[in-house]
């Protein structure tokens, strides 16, 4: 019984030892390096493959990394946390750049912004604008098919009721994918602190955007003396982020066809309809209101201890010319 | 203007065929040999024919409402997806087997896939060989047609009776006996045991058992011709396809009489006519380009023979359409048209 | 004539994959892209035929020999996972990126129920040493002739509507499925030795 | 003569009866144009005029900026309003300079070579041709004068004169070449001339016989023939035009000059004629007025910068209801949003519409019924691209051709599930050319 044994595993042995002979002369053969900091790359790497740091997938990012060419602070979705893992694996500093995140710059639905014809064809927003110019009245308003929509691998966008796209930005992880997908340029990225925006893109005199929108910013500067911060390039507003100062939230009511959008309620006013949220809405900004009045109070009483408020600077940007000095 | 005007991407015109014109006429093409069906074995026939259709469409129905889209009834794809499979069944066929080969048509091998135009398999030619596979002794029961008591073309009807012999019906006395159709008597016994048939009109007419639709060669031939007529179908695959069944059959039957039939008896019998005509033909299951078109009616071809003459299947025209479904992408590929500017370059 | 019979039985009557349904899982693994499908064929055709005649030494000469054939799975195993490794070293070496496409199935060929199948088929029907060689040439055809048909197919698939719930495996096992019933049309071509 | 023809294309209905015998009439200009700088492919010219300025017929009002670009001149005399953008037939605002008609019709001073024009240089021909804003008026309207300055190593041999029309609806070509042959014929041998071209060849469509006998009676004693041309959409393709008369294929990627040939629209070689003989630039052009919205059809000299609204007045209105608007053949013109647009020296035809008549059934799936590939004139596989551009799958469609797609439109008429090939692979081509330019940027 035992020789049973005996030759059983002399002969597995036997076969296994050939086994083996063969595979050691192949892997001489066929030696390959790998770069093992690939694979601690991908561990690593959120694996959404988005495309937001320019490399055809995580994969194509991390060999990017690995040969030197991307920089370990270019994965919009991973963030600080990842962006110090890599510098950790790569062993380099790693600079933090303020996270970003998408917004869509116009707040036109068709209630507010009409659209001028009836559009037949492909259901994309890249296929309406190159028919006729598109079918909103206003060409640099959101068309409201929702390109960006399906572009976006972390359901950060949202279509309105009404037809209209907006960035969630709780979700998003200003990947950019949407900027690409939007045939009319109107998303950008944003410091994902801010808060205050200015939702339109139409750069054309007050009465052209009056004609195509009730949203649309004319370009009246009221929202420049409420804040440095807020430019007005032509006809069209919009924040300098360049510039330092603080933006009363109340400028979102001081814009007349209430085009600043106010990230906090993630609504302006034009898009409330029913009338018992509106009058809630318009006693939120009697509110807010006071409390402007009341802040402003005691930053003229010179409070300087005032920890969140930064005291008001002269502006940096050659750009904040239009700056009336609100705050001082 | 009150009224907001149209926009679209040129062109702003379209032609007068649409998809449910298509379907529709394909379904019009049909109706000759599914009526020869009817004269032919009776109320059987009208059973498995409206039966399938009606189940067919119900099922095409409810697939649409589960996946959510329109009512696509309208386009006529279902109907002729069951009015196929109900001609290639063989008559008296009960109901539920019926509504299985339907199930299998219109579910698993379309509204899987997407429906209309997603399907990669031609859908009555799963359902037929799923049915062919699962029951095969119900699927090879052949009725006897009809005894009309009167020739047709001067000599009478003749059927072959369970033991593999002809008879000749001279009355209308039986209506509902087994039989072999006259493949599966090839396919058992050899060419001798149809010598007596190989050339006869009855082949082309069709007064002959086997499977509702496939045994008027002459119906659905007109059916076919129609086709080619409304320019619905182009000559390729049915001509690729008949012209290598005929091929192969005259080399062989050249080679062996005794062991291969002829010419005739080959592309007349069986569901080569409503295979070459109508199945391999269906546009989402073919080759889009001339050549592979004729690559795809040669293969069928020469599976269709390979299968009936060394193949454990009589019949083999199911299977070859299947077989030859799955290799369309591979052919498509291939046979790409050279594009312009290409070909006849100007010369320097 | 008989060697013809072998391929052919081993190519399409009995097709490894959609007649005795063995080696699923690469079937279904490697068939979304042409190239790599073809890939796999090739690795599978080296694997098959070096792994045939590997076991077929190891059968004859020491497991016959020292009256151990009932070790044959586990030697027969040891082989193959052996040979499978040396292709994978080789495939890396020279096609990267056929390597990166193939990932996790090519190790996976080990554990191969269709590479284990021709090796023991080949000792359970007597087989010779030519029609060792015949018979898993002509299995990994049949395996390659699947494998390409599918992903042909599975290319296609990706320009379809298909209903969410049935994307990916799902529709693919539905098409494996029919593209099985088609071959259920070689039944009987070639009558089993 | 045999007519001629290429492989692939459609036979659309063309109704052209409803304007083909209609002589072509004077348009009043109206009381005010709007000339947009941008009619041509290339640059937008440059408003040269200011607001406030008095103008001339035929005076400059935009200077091309840089090569691929036309001058643009004033269509009335009168004074410049403004200039601002302005809708334009693109569907976007364009730079216009607005003007207002003084009724007085004053020209400027034209200056041409007369009817000796076989003296002057090749060079001077060709600067006739620019100062006279002439763009191809079959619609695209590529620069003409770049297009008469193909490289010296192409060797041209052949110019060919597009009088083939196989746009339906439009019947501005024909009507030309009834009316006024001698001009044409004219303007093909002043182009034969520029370019060295030894042969000229006139390709008509066989249902326009009395063109063709009437330009076989003009082109007697020259070197250019007239030649019959099968009636079929898009004969009138320059690549497809070719093909037929010449049995050259112009190679994929290239240019009619790689095939050692320069095409021009019959309007176009009028309006050569007129440049280099009167010195007159291009400021008025036919215009085909029809469709069953419209209560009059017309064939119309219309003065570039007149509004349509202004056409549809002179044409009795619109019958009914109108549901569609196109500017161009039904085939490849561009549907407008509004009818405030003016004309331009593009506009061959203004097509409209009843709401009956726009096809607003959604689309079916496609059947793979292989129509569109037989149709496609460049044999493409439109279906095929089509989806691929759906899916965003460029490099594929890339490598099978989407580029040599010439957008005519054959493959979408044909489609009897009435599917927006033509519009998606637009798109597609669109995103690649696109990506090409991130990557060049880079």
Redesign the interface.
Known sequence: MSS?II??VI??S???VV??A??AV??K????EVDERHEKLMEILPGANCGGCGYPGCSGYAAALVEGKAVPSACPPGGAEVSSAIGKIMGVEVSLQEPKVAIVACAGDPTLAPERAAYLGVSTCAAAHAVAGGFKACTHGCLGLGSCQSVCKFDAIVMTANKLAVVRADKCTGCGACLEACPRAIIRLVPKSQDLHVLCCNPDKAKDVKAVCQVGCTGCKLCTKQSPRFVVDGFLARVDWAVEGDIPRTVSFVCAPGAIFDARQNKILPWITEPSERRDFEKKVELWKEEEKARKAMAKAGAGGDGDQKPARQPKAQSAVENAGGQA | MDKKLFVSSSPHVHGQVSTPAIMWTVVLSLLPATLWSFYLFGLPAVTVVLGTVALTAALEAISNKV?GGPLALRDGSAVLTGLLLALTLPPGLPLWMCGAGAFVSVV??K?????L??N??NPAM?GR??LL?AFPAAMTKWLVPRGTGESLLGHPVTAYDTAGKLVELTSAKVDAITAATPLGLLCEKGAGAVAAIQNSPDLFIGQLNGSLGETSAAFLLLGGLFLLVRRIITWHIPVAYIGTVAVIAAITHAVDPAQYASVAFHVFTGGLMIGAFFMATDYVTSPMYPMGKLIFGVGCGV?TM??RL????PE?V???V??L??????ID?ATRPKKFGLTKLAAA | MDLLVIVLLAMLTENYVLAKFLGICPFLGVSKR?STAFGMSAAVLFVMVVASLLTFA?QEF??VR???EY?QT??FI??I??TV??TE??I???S?VLYQALGIFLPLITTNCAVLGIAVLNVQRGYGLIEVIVNSIGASLGFGVAL???A??R?????????EA?QGP??AL??AG??S??????????PAS | MKALTFRGGVHPRYNKDRTAGVKTALLAPPNEVVIPMTQHIGAPAKPVVEAGAQVLVGQVVGEPVGFVSAFIHSSVSGKVKAVEPRPSMSGVPAMSVVIENDSQDSAAPMKGRGENWGKASKDELKELVRRGGLVGMGGAAFPTHVKLSPPPDKGIDTVILNGAECEPFLTSDHRLMLERPKAVVEGCRIAMAILGAAQGVIGIEANKLDAIGAMTEAVKGTSIRVQPLEIKYPQGAEKQLIDAILGREVPSGGLPMDARVVVQNVGTAAAIADAVIDGKPLYERVVTVTGSAIKEAKNLIVRVGTPVTHIVEACGGVSGELGKLICGGPMMGNAQHTDLVPVTKGTSGLLFLCPAEVDTRPAD?CIRCGRCVRACPMRLMPT?LA??SA?GRTSESEAFGILDCIECGSCSYECPSRLPLVQEIRLGKSAIHAARRKQSKK
């Open positions: 049973v030759i059983a002969v597995m036997g076969v296994g086994m083996s063969m595979l192949g892997r053969v066929f030696a390959v | 996946a698993v091998a509204a899987f896939f997407g429906g135009g997603q990669l398999f799963t060989v799923f596979i599976l390979v299968i060394w193949g454990g299947y083999g199911s299977f070859a299947l077989l479904n799955a290799c369309v992408p591979i590929n | 042409m190891i020491v497991l020292f009256g151990v070790l586990i030697a040891l082989v996972a052996s490794q040396l070293m080789a890396q070496k020279m990267p390409l048909l599918f042909g197919l290319e296609k698939l990706e320009l379809r509507n298909v209903p049935f799902a529709i539905v098409t029919i593209l019933l088609a071959f259920m049309g070689f039944a009987g071509l070639a | 799936p095929e989806k691929l899916v």
